[in-house]
């Protein structure tokens, strides 16, 4: 049975297979290098003629003090990001969608979009420009209102702010797009007959636009849990520093440095390796809660 199926859909599978052979190239070939967080990895050796350490790399992890706090930084940044990143795009769907002319509309959205677009590279040497306590627009822009320069890339207090802030700017617009499709599913009538009830637009907001949008922001609020710990790698290794590692670094930062400058590839491993299995779990478990909550499933 299975094969007459095959048979008669061979092109179809045949499809598959560059993407198939994609993802065993550069998906699961690679996952061979997991075994160098059981061990003290020397290059010249190579993966599978190093010696074996066990669990020494996870336990000298935990009993590294510097953990807790990146791990404190990579979930406050991310939770903060997804939380941001769910208001903010929904706010400006509603309002976008209460805007009578089209043009204005369309431009609106397009420029709002373009961000997305943007490297951290490129963003990332604009906003040191912009945010330069010295010279930055910004800054200029506080000292002309008679405050003093804020240092935003290089104060604790608001390098994770600034982080957060700058990161919704870049991607609120992306979002946006799926608010506005979820909107224009809501039935028109719906409005008219509150606008019969003498509902007025903040009510027929309340009461109907929100309520139509509640599926889809159930489902981008449930999948957003799987990316509790990816604070973002891009973003703050093009804008942090050493003053701010104590409110900015996060596991990819300090995984990165462990690996490549300070050369303990064991741990940096073991790091990323603990890492993706707490992210497998979570975006397990926001896969069921959306099939619970929202009715999605991928298959």
């Keep these: 049975m299975i094969f007459k199926r095959f048979s008669k859909e061979w092109s179809l599978h045949l499809l598959l297979v560059p993407g198939v052979l994609f993802a065993i190239v550069f998906s699961y070939i ?28 996870f336990r000298f992890m935990f009993a590294n003090p510097d953990i807790k706090r ?14 941001g990143g769910l208001l903010v795009p929904i706010t400006i769907a509603i309002l976008l969608n209460e805007v009578r002319k089209e043009v204005f509309k369309r431009t609106v959205q397009t420029l709002v979009y373009l961000p ?22 910004v800054n200029q822009l506080i000292a002309w209102l008679g405050f003093e320069p804020i ?20 991607e609120f617009g992306f979002s946006t797009i799926v ?29 109907i636009t929100l309520p139509g949008m509640m599926p889809i922001i159930v489902l981008m609020m449930t999948l957003s849990i799987g990316n509790i710990l990816n604070a973002g790698f891009e973003q703050i290794f093009n804008l942090y520093s050493a003053p701010v590692y104590e409110s900015g ?13 300070q050369v303990q590839y064991g741990l940096a491993t073991a790091v990323g390796l603990l890492k993706s299995v707490i992210s497998f779990i979570l975006i397990s478990l926001s896969y069921m809660m959306a099939y619970r909550f929202a009715g999605y499933r991928i298959f």
Excluded: C
């Design 30 to 57: 690679p996952m061979t290098g997991i075994l160098i967080a059981f061990e003290r990895f020397i290059p010249t050796r190579g993966i599978f003629g190093s010696p074996w350490v066990g669990w020494d790399n």
């Design 70 to 83: 990146i791990l404190m930084n990579t979930v406050y940044i991310a939770s903060m990001k997804i939380v």
């Design 116 to 137: 997305h677009f943007l490297s951290w590279v490129l963003l990332g040497g604009i906003l040191i420009d912009l945010l330069s306590p010295s010279t930055g627009m």
């Design 151 to 170: 240092f935003f890339l290089g104060s604790n207090t608001w390098f994770p702010i600034t982080i957060v802030i700058s990161d919704i700017w870049k």
């Design 179 to 207: 608010y506005l499709a979820a909107l224009t599913g809501i039935n028109p009538s719906l409005y008219e007959a509150a606008v019969m009830d003498g509902a007025n637009r903040w009510k027929q907001t309340w009461h």
């Design 249 to 261: 670094d996060i596991i990819d930062t300090f995984v990165y440095r462990m690996g490549f400058e």
